[in-house]
């Protein structure tokens, strides 16, 4: 899996590349807590809406509690609070719960946050996303991990296939990956803020999922904060409230309505990573992401090998149209 680890400059250290790597110990291995390897990360908690099964959610430590009222969003966000809580309401539901809404300039309806342990479990009822540090990653929702992309695609085929059955879906649709294209018109790549990319290499700085601003408002988005469990990278003074992965929804949607398209995991896409077709591409960012540097830009990018699996790393689903 494509890490968290980063090339560093001078004590403090610096992102300086857009392939994200997971953090590695100081022997050069990723920490192995009881025994497992336990390689990349999740997120959960609709803002401004219930909480999707939040009283199955995982106890956290209460040194980790998180506030009693939900993280104000950022300015940028909150601009837009508006429009984002129109699509959420008018959100389609599938069987499982996850709530879909359409974003323009895709022929894809998004799932307005990454898939939860709660939902990969219906397809595979004992996953154990882990633990990292003694910080539980299998509340119910907080995001799937431990998942490769091959883990990924199997859910999203029998997704397809139980709601094709049930007449939940049209046979022209299907439910996958989003593609680097997809992803990026999600996060805002394709608006006045950021402009156009056309090639998913391209690092387009100063452009954040939450807007231009450094460091990060309060309530950006999780990342390795004050708090995190990742103690070799954390962000000084930025604070998310989480160790590890935040229930999905924990911090403000983005104009689409759409949470953590910054930080909580790193989110599987379709494409390969580049023309050697051994990896798979990551986009967003992980709760052990720090900045500032490439990693936490909407243009950073992280790779995988299909196969992998890791406490860093977890998905989004998107439901595809069919073409006009």
């Known amino acids: ?44 908690a609709a803002w401004g809406l219930a909480r999707p099964g939040a009283a199955e959610a995982a106890p956290v430590p209460p040194a980790m509690d998180a ?3 939900a993280i104000p969003p950022a300015d940028a966000v909150a601009a837009r609070l508006e429009p984002a809580r129109e699509r959420l309401f008018a959100a389609r539901e599938n069987s499982l719960g996850m709530k879909f809404v359409p974003v323009p300039g895709t022929k894809a309806a998004f799932c307005v946050w990454e898939t939860r342990n709660r939902d990969f ?12 540090e003694n910080q539980s990653l299998n509340g119910a929702d907080q995001p ?15 997704l397809t296939r139980t709601e094709r059955q049930k007449g939940l879906i049209g046979k022209a649709q299907s439910y996958r990956l989003p593609t680097e294209s997809e992803w990026g018109v999600a996060v805002g790549l394709n608006d006045a803020r950021g402009g156009t990319s056309t090639n998913q290499g391209e690092r387009i700085t100063a452009d954040y999922p ?21 103690s070799s990278a954390r962000m000084n003074g930025y604070r ?66 299909p196969g992998e699996r890791g406490s860093f790393g977890g998905f989004r689903v998107v439901l595809s149209s069919p073409s006009p």
């Open 1 to 44: 899996m494509n890490r968290d680890r980063r090339r560093r400059n001078g004590p403090g250290g610096r992102e300086t590349h857009v392939k994200a790597r997971l953090p590695s110990a100081p022997n050069g291995r990723v920490p192995e807590p009881q025994g497992k390897r336990f390689l990349i990360g999740l997120i959960v």
């Open 67 to 69: 506030p009693s009222e």
């Open 121 to 132: 479990r219906a397809f595979k009822a004992d996953h154990d996303s882990g633990s990292f």
């Open 144 to 158: 799937v991990v431990n998942v490769s992309w091959d883990d990924a695609k199997a859910f999203c085929d029998w």
């Open 210 to 230: 939450w807007g231009r601003e450094w460091p990060p408002p309060k309530g950006a988005g999780n990342y390795s904060g004050a708090e995190s469990a990742w």
């Open 240 to 305: 998310d409230h989480h160790a590890v992965t935040a229930p999905v929804g924990s911090y403000g949607p983005n104009r689409h309505g759409l949470f953590d398209l910054g930080g909580n995991v790193w989110e599987w896409c379709e494409d390969w990573y580049d023309s050697s077709q051994q990896f798979r591409a990551l986009r967003g960012g992980s709760w052990g992401t720090t900045g500032p540097g490439d990693s936490m830009l909407s243009s950073g990018r992280g790779r995988g090998r």
